[in-house]
């Protein structure tokens, strides 16, 4: 029997072993009093996967952190907000390696076993002298999990943490995550970071597999492909001091894992997706009976990304229209005879045909905090789930007035 | 001598031969007393060609205009605003029909010469009864482009309309247009309907491949491939009174008819993005220096599209990283380290390193009617642009509260 358990008040540091730390270092702005610095380590070696932007433009810090990720071990990451360190030239580089140099120092590590990553403003340096001061000052402990997520905030206006246990005969163990999404995500950029940490014994070729797919239903299904920013980022450690059996491809428990990483990655998402920048509500896009998954997923992520969409649930305005038109641009297979429309359980088109719905039932499914939309193909038999938020009037004003 | 020369007030009906004519049918709005219903003819048949959406929901209307444009040859279109005629079923293709047909009535042609464009809400009936009424009470003449350009008109607050004489040699003919879009234009659907016309003598063939080629300039530089919505019609009717030399692939006339199709379609472009629903500028995004044209056209349109720039354009916000973050996502081969980047002519990054420049000179720039933004990628000799506009409040106001 398995069971799977999210803790409460549950954070990247509540697997056995990890500890993080961060301080306000004034990289956000003189005053701010904000955490913008932290550190999160293992007391143990990781096995250690990522994914990263496709951005053709990578900030230096998530170039470093390719290279070092691919070493396939890693002990900590070193991140702030306030200051992306995209665009920053040479100089850029040279500042991330340093910033990983110091951390190594506060916390006894190699610089090669710590990793980076930056969020914020693009085109403007490291403020290093800040940075430095700041760096020495961090002492990680295994409650510093929330501290450590406030860290890497920037326009978000909650916090994004989750951790679950997992239990499976005699086995037990932990995994835990913080992100930091915010920007509308998606159709286009915000940096999304996320750090996942477990206790469990995983494999690095199992580790990286694993969290491809958890990623593929969850991040993915909140961003566009390709749309990335310069700083995207998501990594796994895991230090085994769960002491299960190794969990490889096809261990006993490999299944449970997956499902486990599942759920923390499709929370995680989620959180992001609601607190978009100025979004009052999460939409939630479920599209069925797609040719292929492929076809399934690119339908649900166009339908949830329209700005005409996401404006109308913002002004609880069953204008299913503006789904069927992203559906029809989507790429995927569509019968305009065999589809069915949903807002909630309210069916607004069937087979082809509008329906004379009760408009105030649809509203009131849009006026929910979270909206439920739902397009039967009738064409085949794959599914994929998609998250986004509204598009309101404060998100403009937060991106009119973002550096100035 | 070339000789190419706007008409002052020039519009649709400006080249010989051709009439419009519309009424208020009460098809937007009960008491709206506004044009909702008209009809573009041409005492002589003309060759005819057309673009249309490529979402995979085509509204009725569209189907049926694009079997009768298959013919090569058409009279008139008639065209209402208010309602798009899209998702309504077998019904819709029976409306639709039955319009040209009373269309055709009212000015002596088959229906089979009469086409037909729809705008509006999505998924609502005709409502045949005030059509038919309404277009038997139209009486098209050579002064009714301008009507004609307020009757297919939803949220655009300009009117868009152009026409241009073109004099070679003894040769002179007119080349007119009108155009509806608001909407965001991109990334999103908004419906798109351009009716040109003119007196010149060309042949189907040639004035099919002209259209293509002067749509991939201009109205495919503010509407990303694909986001059309189930509506986008672009027609183009050439009725020959002009008397010239028939206008084919390498006749005398084929360059110069050519460029001033590319001004007259790049002119009604230019239009329909300044008036994108809620918008207060105009953004140009040069891309010069690229690997290919395709390359070329595709960074331009994802910079140009970029709600983080739009929003940054409104707020006269000199960001240029998300100018940067946009065009990395944006497919085109780029290397940071020969990238230069300008808003108008302040140069804001030079060879993959940000330039300390002057911010007030930037804001002056972002401030303009017009806002230029050029991308210098260095790689190769490919060069387009493409327009949009900025995203405010009101885009969102606009848009939440469009059908109720």
Redesign the interface.
Known sequence: MNQIVFIPDGTVTSPQGFSAGAVCADIKKKGSKKLDLGILCSKEICAVAGLFT?????SPSVVLCQQRVQNGKAKAIVANSGC?N????EQGFADAKEMTTIAAKTIGAEPKEVLIANTG?????LPMDVIRKGLKQIKPTPKGGHDFEQSIMTTDTMLKEVAITVKSGKSSFTIGGVGKGS??IH???ATMLVFLTTDANVTPVFLKKALREASAISFNMISVD?????SDTLLIFANGLAKNEPIAAKSPLAEVFQQALNQVCVYLAKAIARDGEGATKLIEVNVKGAVNLKEARSAARTIVS???LK??V?????????V??????S????E??KLDVYMGAVPV?KQ???VAFDKTKAVKVLKQKEVPITVQLNLGSAEATAWGCD???Q??????????
């Open positions: 496709t951005n053709k433009i990578k992306a995209a665009s920053t030239g403003v693009i085109g403007i340096k920007g509308m159709p286009n950029l390709g749309d990335t920013s310069p329209s700005n005409l404006s109308a913002y002004g609880n305005d069953p204008n299913w229209g503006r069927t038109a992203a559906l029809g641009r790429g995927a297979h569509v305009e005879s088109f082809g045909e509008p598009l309101t009037e998100y403009v004003k937060i991106n009119a007035e973002y550096t100035t």
